[in-house]
């Protein structure tokens, strides 16, 4: 006896259907958490005690974008704009480093920014607190 319903058919296109909603999901909860937190992070830098907090690791962010691009470079690929979100703890360990978009020198900042450690933040923390910091780095030659 043939089957003449094809509901077998069916199955394939909805599992591909299924697989394309998901995906679609997880970026769109992946780009709002990042912007999530890069919103985060400028405004706890934003404060006056903040500026004073992110000039204060302006030597290891130099250092870090020197290791990642070569000096004089005006290479387009080592030149743009990019931003990166971050977590500090009270000692100034540095965690959870994202970058936007992902280039060859954003992903080098990110290695590298994630060894770094930074000053005590000079906000209260309370135990386990993590300071959210981003920023924008435009590289230009």
């Not at 250092?63 to 931003?83: D, K, M, Q, V, Y």
Request: glycine share 8%; charged share 20%.
């Amino acid at each position: 006896m043939k089957c003449r319903d094809n509901r077998f058919d069916y199955w394939p296109k909805c599992i591909g259907c299924l697989l394309v909603s998901i995906i679609f999901f997880v970026g769109t909860v992946y780009a709002s958490d990042f912007a999530a937190r890069a919103k985060a992070g400028k405004q706890a830098l934003g404060s006056p005690e903040g500026q004073q907090y992110e000039a204060s690791w302006g030597e290891v962010m130099g250092t870090i974008l020197h290791t990642c691009i070569p000096i004089g470079s005006s290479e387009s690929a080592n030149l743009g704009r990019f931003t990166f979100v971050a977590d500090v703890s009270a000692s100034g360990v540095v965690s959870s480093v994202e970058v936007e978009p992902s280039t060859a020198v954003s992903r080098c900042f990110a290695q590298h920014f994630r060894e770094a450690h930074l000053p005590r933040p000079p906000m209260k923390l309370k135990e386990g607190e993590l300071l959210p910091i981003a920023d924008d780095i435009v590289i230009t030659p």
